[in-house]
């Protein structure tokens, strides 16, 4: 059973920072490729950043490219983003999701994607002063 469980969700002010923590168990995370979601109400859920299993490639959507950061640590079964610079417009639930590394070919692939193993529970992020 793949069990994924966001934390590191807060508020803070515009042009802060946050690292959200996708801690993860029940599968090895060599095999699987990671990705950082978000949704807000109304909308729908859109692919934020995706990693390769091999970390050898990323993806990151325009909207926060140049601003967040995604990494994996597979030894510690956990994958991070780390969210610089935040703006209001980031305000959402954060999700992170795995998928095997034969589902997708490329990290774009998983970030346009809904199909996934397996999904987090969801995290808050709320930019605001």
């Known amino acids: 059973q793949l069990q994924l469980v966001e934390s590191g969700g807060g508020l803070v002010q515009p042009g802060g920072s946050l690292r959200l923590s996708c801690a993860t168990s029940?599968?090895?995370?060599?095999?699987?490729?990671i990705g950082w979601f978000r949704q807000t109400p109304g909308k729908e859920r859109e692919g934020v950043s995706c990693i390769s299993s091999t970390d050898s490639s990323t993806y990151y959507a325009d909207s926060v490219k140049g601003r967040f950061t995604i990494s994996r640590d597979n030894a510690k079964n956990t994958v991070y983003l780390q969210m610089n610079s935040l703006k209001p417009e980031d305000t959402a639930v954060y999700y992170c999701?795995?998928?095997?590394?034969?589902?997708?070919?490329?990290?774009?692939?998983?970030?346009?994607?809904?199909?996934?193993?397996?999904w987090g529970q969801g995290t808050q992020v709320t930019v605001s002063s």
């Open positions: 999701a795995a998928a095997s590394r034969y589902r997708y070919t490329t990290p774009q692939a998983m970030c346009v994607a809904k199909q996934m193993s397996s």
């Open positions: 029940g599968f090895i995370l060599d095999y699987y490729a």
